[in-house]
């Protein structure tokens, strides 16, 4: 296979595949940066104040203090807050990042301190996704190139080359994402051994910190398989005490709550707004209108509401949350077909290619079309690679799909209870990359092995 050949021509220069990967996203990242100022511009940077400003206060006075929109020291979460979002919050994102920004912050030039921390850590992106491939690919032939080849793919990702410059969570969350993926295959094919408890247990709680959200696909995908190895004492207790990681996590986050604002909330207090946004009455127009993409969709929603509800500017931090909520049940309890509905467009806006922007401040018409042309193949390929793994009933003899497939099902449920960008789905793009290689290189294969056929039939 040509694909062998290159690789074994090429041995010299990679017998250490995961140096060679990690070095090639290195520069890849910095020629992407350099190339993207040239057409971008500023619109290369993502930047999220209240992750700066949360830092500050960290290193000032020891809190989780953020001003949106009021005070002196404002960490605007776009160029104009609107009046309902303004207000003083203690709980109203996960910290995680922040943490990561402290360090840095203490340097004068912190901003290059961070990028350059962010380049040397993000380089493990796709040595992760080597590392991944390699595993559910052990059984194929061509396993180490064809998993080299998905790694230096990765390095191409049009995001991926400029997200040193990001001054928000989103790749230390893929990065997270794909660290814990991997240990929770190694854990599941060892037959649940106790060492990845372990190893697991401490991510999951790191993952908590950063975005609570997918502690969910994973905790439901550790149950069932807990109700599949129910009658094994040591299996089933390996998986008990992961589960209960989760909860207890969780759980001492909910009493610090309590103790501290004297409300029940397991996570943060961003939660009852996040679903109004996605549950009211000018959602489902937004939805038709923007194809399910939820990126614009404070620009577009707000306004509407702007003026009627003012009065929750002067609103405290859970009673904002409280109202939110209370609106957003209201509304699909009253409203219930149009709910499905606006599921649907969730849907839909969760893996389309077409996106409208990644941010506030980046709404370049080549990026639109560049993200368009990276993605719209990937779901093409990933929807047959689907159909096929279906088609063919490839359950059992492809393990790593099923509980690929799964993941990525279980990951977008609670999505849809809210509203879907770019960014959130980040995470699993690394499945987008798996199935269509997977289907890909199984199409070659037969093609390939159809030709030998024909050809040694006529001779």
Known sequence: MYLQKIYDKSSPFITHPKVTIYIFALIMQISGIIIYSELFSNEITIYAPRYEQLAANIIQNGTFRIEWGVGNNQAQ???????????????????????IL?????????????????????????????????????????????????????????????????????????????????????????????????????????????????????????????????KDSLKTKNLFTLLLTIVTVVGIW???????FHVLNLTQSNIGY??????????????????????????????????????????????????????????????????????????????????????HWSDSKSKQILTLIVHTPLLILSILSVFTYFKKREYKKKEWKTWLILFMFLYMLPHLLFFSTARYRAPIDFGLLLLSVDFLYLAIISGISKSKIKMSSTL
């Open 77 to 99: 979460f776009m160029p104009n807050p609107y009046e309902i979002q303004k207000g003083v919050y203690y709980n109203w994102f996960p910290i995680g990042y922040s943490l």
């Open 102 to 230: 402290v360090p840095t912050m203490l340097f004068d030039n912190y901003k290059i301190v961070l990028a350059i921390f962010q380049l040397l850590l993000f380089s493990f992106i796709p040595v992760l996704l080597f590392l991944i491939s390699k595993h559910v690919f052990r059984d194929y032939k061509y396993c180490i190139p064809v998993s080299f080849l998905i790694a230096i793919l990765w390095c191409f990702y049009p995001y991926y080359l400029v997200s040193s410059l990001w001054r928000s969570d989103t790749w230390v969350i893929v990065l997270l994402n794909l660290v814990t993926y991997y240990n929770l295959i190694k854990f599941y094919d060892s037959g649940f051994k106790k060492k990845y408890v372990y190893r697991l247990a401490f991510l999951f709680t790191i993952i908590f910190f950063f975005r609570p959200l997918i502690l969910f696909p994973y905790g439901l995908l550790i149950f069932i398989w807990g109700l599949m190895y129910v």
């Open 254 to 260: 909910t009493v610090r709550n309590y103790v501290e």
């Open 274 to 359: 996040n679903l109004w946004l996605g549950n009211n009455k000018y959602t489902n127009e937004f939805m038709r209108k923007r194809l399910g993409d939820g990126a614009t969709i404070e620009d577009e929603i707000i306004p509407k509401f702007n003026k009627s509800l003012t009065f929750l500017k002067y609103y405290s931090e859970y009673e904002k949350d409280t109202f939110f909520r209370r609106e957003a049940i209201n509304f699909i309890i009253k409203e219930p077909i149009e709910s499905l509905e606006n599921v649907v467009w969730k849907i839909i806006g969760f893996w389309s290619p077409l996106r409208m922007r990644n941010g």
